[in-house]
């Protein structure tokens, strides 16, 4: 879109008109709580010629947008309208980006399905009887289904990764205090973290160079970078899901990739111990709200939240001190890999209404099969990407991506040599 708009084959007004088109046709997906139309189309005729150039981007609900509603998918925040732009937006603006509104959510981004109960659920592009992941679900439809140039959502324990894997899009969550929070509506203010969500690796490090103030060079390939695949987590997913990412990762090394069997310490534990330090951060934001809306919230936001305040109070202090552990693991695992690579997901994408998934012939609540996937790189607190890398009956599967703290270039630089050796990211649903 910016090479269109910069060898002015449409002017930016033009493209937000196309998207708000598509935007129009595919409410049926239900991927935008606001649309920001005659904004949209005002800001186009101002925007700056700058590294986005006019590209329309959309972002996840819990970012404020001067002057637009800030719902976070909630009946308590139903027609709350923000009052100054988050930081991200507004270094989107001065990158010449045009804002046509905002995702649809998991409730508070507090779950992995966005199917809330006051707005609805977001629903898969490739299947919309299917849900798209969440919390970021809106941003991964809309990347999927061409409703923006590129998206932001947030990931605090796999809110990027989750709905980027379900939808067969790239999304990357950056290394945790990265990417400015300021006037984000958190979560947990120890995890919470914005990253981009797109169609490939080249177009998230465009919109992640714009937030985060990098600068990314994709060149390069991968040859001879060491990757660590954790085969703990291929024995976890769906053998068709493990399967395509085996054969991504079998692709990298025909790029040059040195791969190799990594053992991470603690990986079985990740989980439990960042909802030690998240359950408790995440009812301290919702205390004054629990005290006197509790009936405001859906059944399974409430639930967690009620969870957070019941946990004792050696919870949090014992989650700082097996987090250092943890991270001091991980660290060692570092010194023998640039990269760790694994399923982004354990199944694809489940029905909307459907609360368990079947994984290797044992059924388990959707969210707690996740779980293992996400928290081990988002307790770290690292960069991490998920790729799309095949289709398992008709829907995607995604590889995950794993770097160094503040490693995003290495981790999209491998993404990015993988999307120019395969075409999966090049299919879009009908």
């Excluded at 991927?31 to 329309?56: F, H, N, Q, T």
């Excluded at 046509?100 to 998991?106: A, I, P």
């Excluded at 992941?133 to 989750?162: E, M, N, P, Q």
């Excluded at 607190?381 to 799309?388: E, R």
């Amino acid at each position: 879109m910016v090479a269109r708009l910069r060898a002015r084959e449409l002017s930016a007004r033009e493209a937000v008109e196309l998207y708000l088109e598509r935007i129009d046709a595919r409410r049926d997906l239900n991927a935008y709580i606001s649309v920001r139309a005659e904004r949209a189309l005002a800001e186009a005729d101002g925007a700056a010629r700058a590294p986005l150039y006019g590209a329309p981007v959309a972002v996840k609900d819990v970012i404020p947008i001067a002057g637009t509603r800030m719902t976070a998918a909630s009946a308590i925040l139903r027609d709350h309208v923000a009052r100054t732009d988050a930081v991200v937006v507004t270094r989107l603006r001065g990158a010449g980006a045009v804002l046509l509104g905002t995702l649809n959510l998991h409730e508070f981004a507090y779950g992995a399905l966005t199917t809330s109960p006051h707005f609805g659920p977001a629903r898969n592009p490739w299947a919309p009887e299917r849900v798209c992941g969440g919390s970021s679900g809106g941003s991964g439809a809309a990347a999927a289904a061409d409703l923006a140039a590129g998206t932001l959502g947030t990931d605090t324990g796999g809110s990027i990764r989750i709905p980027a894997c379900l939808c067969g899009v790239t999304g990357l969550r950056p290394t945790t205090g990265l990417v400015p929070n300021g006037g984000l509506f958190p979560v947990a203010a120890t995890f919470d973290t914005i990253g981009p969500i797109a169609r490939t690796a080249a177009d998230c490090a465009l919109l992640h160079d714009v937030v985060a103030g990098t600068r990314t060079e994709l060149g390069g390939g991968v040859e001879g970078l060491r990757i660590g695949v954790v085969e703990a987590l291929l024995a976890r997913a769906e053998p068709a899901v493990a399967a395509a990412a085996e054969a991504a990762i079998g692709e990298l090394a025909r790029l040059g990739a040195r791969v190799d069997r990594a053992e991470v310490p603690l990986l079985e534990d990740a989980g439990t111990i960042q909802q030690l330090l998240m359950l408790p951060e995440a009812a301290g934001v919702h205390l004054p709200w629990l005290r006197t809306r509790l009936s405001d919230y859906g059944p399974d936001v409430r639930a967690r939240l009620l969870a957070g305040l019941l946990l004792p109070a050696t919870a949090y202090p014992t989650g700082v001190r097996l987090r250092r552990r943890y991270r001091d693991g991980l660290r060692r695992v570092f010194e023998r890999f640039d990269l760790l690579a694994a399923p982004a997901m354990p199944v694809v994408a489940p029905r909307v209404g459907e609360e368990a998934v079947r994984v290797r012939g044992e059924e388990l609540p959707y969210r707690l099969a996740l779980i293992p996937f996400n928290s081990p790189w988002s307790l770290a607190g690292l960069p991490a990407a998920s790729v799309p890398c095949g289709f398992v009956d008709g829907l995607p599967a995604g590889l995950a991506l794993v770097g160094r703290r503040f490693d995003e270039a290495t981790v999209l630089r491998a993404a990015h040599a993988y999307q120019q050796a395969t075409d999966w990211h090049e299919r879009r649903p009908e």
